[in-house]
């Protein structure tokens, strides 16, 4: 299968975002320190932990079925790494520009990965 190696490093970069954003999510929610000083234009710090929980549990998911090569996650995947390159796009004027420069080189590499997987090398030819 082509691209076979991308879409497990894919599958894993899911499955990491998702249990980090589900632990970032629980300490929004459990007001930890790590958050002091963090504001928010649009909701609460609490509203965003709820965010994190919900999306973390998507990627979760959507890691897991990439895994066991469901569609679910595939879609999931290209989702979460168009969004991710789009935030990162949105912090290169921010505190950490080449960080930001980095992780939309690497969304871009799994968006890259999950639409041009093959399941079968012999059909393309």
């Known amino acids: 299968m082509r691209g076979l190696g991308r879409v497990i490093f894919v599958a894993i970069l899911l499955l ?3 249990t980090l ?3 970032y999510g629980i300490a929004a929610e459990s007001n930890a320190h790590f958050f002091d ?8 710090l609490h509203t965003w932990g709820w965010v994190g929980i ?5 990627q ?3 890691g897991i079925s990439l895994l ?6 595939r879609f999931i995947g290209i989702f979460a790494a168009t969004l991710g390159a789009i935030e990162s796009l949105f912090e ?7 960080w930001a420069l980095g992780i939309f080189v690497v969304c871009l590499w799994v ?3 999950l639409i041009t997987f093959t399941e079968d090398f012999e059909a393309q030819t």
Not at 92 to 98: T, Y
């Open 37 to 44: 000083g963090t504001q928010y234009a649009f909701s609460t």
């Open 92 to 98: 290169i004027g921010g505190n950490h520009p080449w």
């Open 68 to 73: 066991g090569a469901g569609a679910y996650g």
């Open 16 to 18: 990491m975002a998702g």
């Open 60 to 62: 979760l998911t959507g």
């Open 54 to 58: 919900i999306v973390g549990i998507i």
């Open 111 to 113: 968006l890259y990965g």
């Open 21 to 23: 954003n589900i632990i």
